[in-house]
């Protein structure tokens, strides 16, 4: 009744922001992203008779912020299994949490996929996804491996994720860059919920199809010059919304806007490299593996660049044998 697994963070390039089933998290559009090597969080779930309640450790700590939605979470595991035990989660990232590096997404994948096989239920990919997705989000991408599509459906069982390359497939990185401490001051699930104020919202959405169908084109031809393009774009038309939301939503700090600026001067001096931004002020670097260590070395210099993380494509969630308690 005890397992564990190990889920990736995953980087967006299309990006999924507004949601249109609150409850069910299904998302206003579509998404594709990438599973990060380097951002992982690991989790061990186990369901036991003497337990009188859920217990959450989160980083070492007993957790109080995010224990109702991991304790709901257990509930939807609890449901399906048919099994009434309380259980004790000790899960642990890799990386800073609430910055803008999607714990949330691989949080809730490996919990998913430990909480799922402690209680002994086998569920296929799909069904993981979609279970994932209830946590959060982003976490139906983590489960599958490589570069993944999220299909928003309109109902739970259409709303889930699947691989489209293996992480084989293309040798290009996530270069992560750490450019400041401290939380995000407005959460991600919160900040969701004003998709729908700012007046960009309906122009954001409308575009989104054309954007999927033409990010695929670029993978399918491994064509970074637009693949990089598209993605640094449709990062800046999500904060265009973020921005003129109501009350606005402003994650960036002055190290990610210095950053951005420099990404766009590195180019113009001829070496290929776009960013992407989710909620938090840390940025995404995407470049080609022949220039990891070009662009990694620019970094080093930066006084305000705290931490780089050099990601490759990754595999989805795996179980794995070694507990946390
Ligand atoms: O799944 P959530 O609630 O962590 O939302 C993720 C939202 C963004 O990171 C901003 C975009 C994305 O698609 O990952």
Redesign the pocket.
Known sequence: MKKTAVAPS???F????GRKDEEL?LPENG?I?MCLSRLTTTSTVEFNESFLKDEIVINGTIEEREASRVVKHLDRVRKIAGIPLFAKVVAANNFPTGT?L?S??SGFAALTLAACAATGITMNEQELSILARQG????C?SIPSGFVEWLDGDTSESSYAHSLYPPGYWDIADIVAIVSEGRKDVA??QG?KLFGTSPFSEARKSGIPQKIVEIKDALSKKDFTKFGEISEAEALN?HAVMLTSCPSLIYWTPGTLRLMKLVKQWRTEGVEVYFTI??GQDIHLLVQGADVHKISEKLKELEFVKETIVNKPSAGAQLITEDLF
Not at 14 to 17: D, T
Not at 136 to 139: D, F, V
């Open positions: 995953n980087i967006a299309i990006k999924y922001w998290r998404s992203s803008g999607s949330s997404a959060s989000g982003s976490a991408r991600t699930s969701m999500m989710n909620t």
